[in-house]
């Protein structure tokens, strides 16, 4: 196992999903998990990072702060100077409670990496773009993880279309849900084939018009994940009848 893409929807809602993901890490011994969550209050920087360890009712999650402070060097202008938007999320946190509790034997520690939106920070809506920005960043995230080879798991926690007048949209999910649908079934082979130029031109095409809060942190995903085949595990979409709106969500497993 190289690389894991989990949801981070709330996890009664994603149960399913979550399951096929971590199932996959019944194998998997890394000491070193780079988890690429999604910046949901994020403004104008692409990435945010901290070197506090994080607690949940599992215990104490160690970070690797060796790790963040070579990205944060590397990042420059890419990286928030502080860590004020981890204060307030989730998409990483969910993550962390299962590697908890699967690798509970292993003395593992995170390197938690916040991504923020593409579209908010970037001249460009494009991979050129995304590449000229945040390119030393992406050069010593990918040399980090050559370096540590199979004692490192990329894990991206994400989410993907957004529908309905909950997200900005004047039609119900219900009227979009095909739509959305195909749009996650394009995404993701081309997430999988390793497809960076494709899964950029996806999204460029229709303006993210169907709101994939986790574009960015699969974008970096493709960045720098070695050389590998990717699989999707599972798939869902959850409903909110209140709002009549709807998030759908993935797993997708990648091995050398």
Excluded at 32 to 39: A, D, E, K, P
Excluded at 109 to 123: D, E, T, Y
Excluded at 153 to 177: I, R, T
Aim: contains cysteine.
């Amino acid at each position: 196992l190289t690389a894991l893409v989990c949801p981070h929807i709330d996890l009664s809602a994603g149960e399913r999903v979550y399951a096929s993901a971590y199932q996959t890490l019944q194998t998997a011994h890394p000491s070193t998990v780079v988890v690429l969550g999604v910046g949901h209050t994020m403004g104008r920087e692409m990435f945010s990072l901290t070197g506090k360890d994080f607690e949940t009712p599992l215990g104490v999650a160690g970070t690797d702060r060796a790790f963040v402070a070579e990205l944060r060097q590397a990042g420059a202008g890419a990286v928030s100077d502080n860590d004020f938007a981890h204060r307030s999320e989730h998409s990483i946190e969910f993550q962390i409670i299962f590697l908890q509790h699967l690798l509970a034997k292993a003395d593992f520690k995170i390197v938690p990496i916040l991504c923020g939106s593409a579209q908010g920070c970037l001249q460009e809506y494009s991979r050129q773009s995304y590449r000229k920005t945040v390119g030393s960043f992406l050069a010593k995230l990918g040399e980090l993880l050559s370096e540590r080879g199979e004692e490192v798991l990329l894990l991206a926690g994400v989410d993907l279309c957004h529908v309905g007048p909950k997200f900005g949209h004047e039609m119900p999910a219900a009227s979009l849900e095909s739509q959305a649908k195909n749009h996650d079934r394009t995404l993701l082979e081309h997430l999988t084939r390793l497809d960076a130029d494709g899964f950029w031109e996806t999204s460029r095409s229709v303006n993210d018009c169907y709101n994939v809060c986790g574009f960015s942190a699969l974008a970096c995903l493709l960045e720098v994940v070695p050389p590998c085949r990717g699989v999707v595990l599972n798939y869902d979409m959850w409903h909110d009848s209140q709002t009549q709106s709807a998030v759908s969500f993935a797993a997708a497993g990648f091995f050398s």
